[in-house]
């Protein structure tokens, strides 16, 4: 008895033309960030690794919470920029802590200190990626307008670098 494997593409058969109808095959994005950095003079194998970390799971707190969509580009884009500049791996952006912070928001109350620097981000995420302009009022409110104190700066650091490590060990190699 014997069995024959076929494989596409290398059999002898002719290839399949392509349909004029169908739509044009979805492009890659993994490509084109690889080739974009590729471009910017980033070494290949560098560029792959960054490429893993732009394109993993957004790391959300644990509880099933999901975030907007729109949050969810941002942070690819923030991830983006933060490869360009050489931060991505050692240190998550403003735009994935605001996701961790708004799901673990949604598990349990925050403290003062953890609500304060998830309204300071918060606020600034909505400033640089919305184009939202908060009144005078509602930044005083929110305590955007004090910033963090320096204890507030290492939780905030802590956080981000936790967040870069989990989302390495779920990136793409």
Not at 8 to 22: C, T, V
Not at 54 to 77: E, F, M, N
Not at 128 to 136: F, M
């Amino acid at each position: 008895m014997s069995y024959q494997l076929a494989l596409p593409g290398l059999d002898d058969s002719a290839p399949e033309p392509p349909d004029p109808g169908a739509a044009p095959p979805a492009p890659d994005p993994a490509l084109d960030l690889l080739a974009d950095l590729i471009a910017r003079g980033v070494p290949a194998r560098q560029a792959r690794t960054l490429v893993g970390h732009i394109l993993a799971p957004v790391v959300l707190h644990q509880g099933g919470w999901s975030v907007p969509d729109s949050l969810t580009r941002h942070i690819v884009s923030s991830r983006h920029a933060a490869a360009l500049a050489g931060t991505l791996v050692e240190a998550a952006t403003d735009p994935e802590a605001v996701a961790y912070l708004m799901t673990a928001s949604l598990c349990f109350p925050l403290d003062w200190e953890w609500a304060h620097i998830y309204c300071v981000l918060a606020v600034r995420y909505m400033e640089q990626h919305v184009g939202a302009t908060l009144d005078e009022a509602l930044r005083l409110d929110l305590g955007a307008d004090r910033g963090l104190n320096g204890q507030q700066e290492d939780l905030l650091r802590q956080l981000r670098r936790d967040i870069a490590r989990s989302r390495g060990k779920h990136a793409k190699k």
